[in-house]
C-alpha cells in the first residue's frame, strides 16, 4: 500500500455545508471524477461533536494505492513458472478532519484510514481499474497454458492489459474485495 497525494479537500466551513459539498477524484481511465457521499457522513468523533455544536471544520481526502497480481503458471522442468500475469491497482483513502474554535485555532484533530486489512475492519476501494482477465480465474489459466505452447521457455510472462474500471459512492464500504 503507497500513499499517494491529497485529491480533495473540504473548505472551512459549518456543519451545513458539509450536508451537500462531496469529494471528487478524478478518474484514470475515463474523462470525469468519481463523487463521494456527503462529506458530513466521513466526519465522525470528537470533530463531528464540535460541528453539531456549530463549530468550523474541514476535511482532506488523500489516496493510497495498492497493485493486486494473478498470475497463470504451468508446472514447468519441476518447478512453478509465471506465462501469463494480470493485475488490478486499487485506490484507498484516509480522511483527516478538524475543527476550529471562533478565533481559527485547532479545536479538534482526527484521522481515519479506509483501507484492506488482515484482521479488524477492512474496506473496499472506492476505486478501481482491472485489467482484461483479472476477474476470470479459469481464462488466466487457459492463456498460461497457452503461451506455455507457443513458447515454454519465456523468459517474463505475457502481460495484460488495463481495461476495465469501477467506484463506489460510498467510499467506506466495508468488506473484502471479491478477487
Known amino acids: 500500500m503507497e500513499e499517494t497525494t491529497k485529491f ?3 473548505t472551512k466551513n459549518y456543519m451545513t455545508a458539509f450536508t451537500t459539498e462531496t469529494y471528487r477524484s478524478p478518474l ?5 471524477f468519481i463523487e463521494s457521499h456527503p462529506i458530513i457522513s466521513f466526519f465522525t468523533g470528537n470533530v463531528l461533536d464540535a460541528l453539531i455544536d456549530g463549530f468550523k471544520g474541514k476535511g482532506d481526502a488523500t489516496g493510497y494505492e495498492r497493485l493486486v497480481f494473478k498470475y497463470g503458471q504451468v508446472y514447468y522442468k519441476g518447478k512453478w513458472k509465471s506465462y501469463f500475469e494480470t493485475y488490478q491497482r486499487e485506490t484507498y483513502w484516509k480522511h483527516e478532519i478538524f475543527s476550529y474554535n471562533a478565533n481559527g485555532s485547532l479545536k479538534d484533530a482526527e484521522t481515519n484510514y479506509y483501507l484492506p486489512a488482515t484482521s479488524g475492519t477492512s474496506y473496499w476501494p472506492f476505486m478501481w481499474i482491472r485489467t ?3 476477474s476470470k480465474d479459469s481464462e488466466i489459466a487457459e492463456i498460461a497454458l497457452y503461451q506455455y505452447g507457443v513458447e515454454p521457455h519465456l523468459s517474463t510472462p505475457v502481460r495484460d492489459y488495463y481495461r476495465f474500471e469501477g467506484g463506489l459512492e460510498n467510499w467506506t464500504t466495508k468488506g473484502q474485495f471479491p478477487y
Open 8 to 10: 480533495d479537500s473540504s
Open 28 to 32: 484514470q481511465l475515463a474523462t470525469g
Open 132 to 134: 482484461g482477465s483479472f
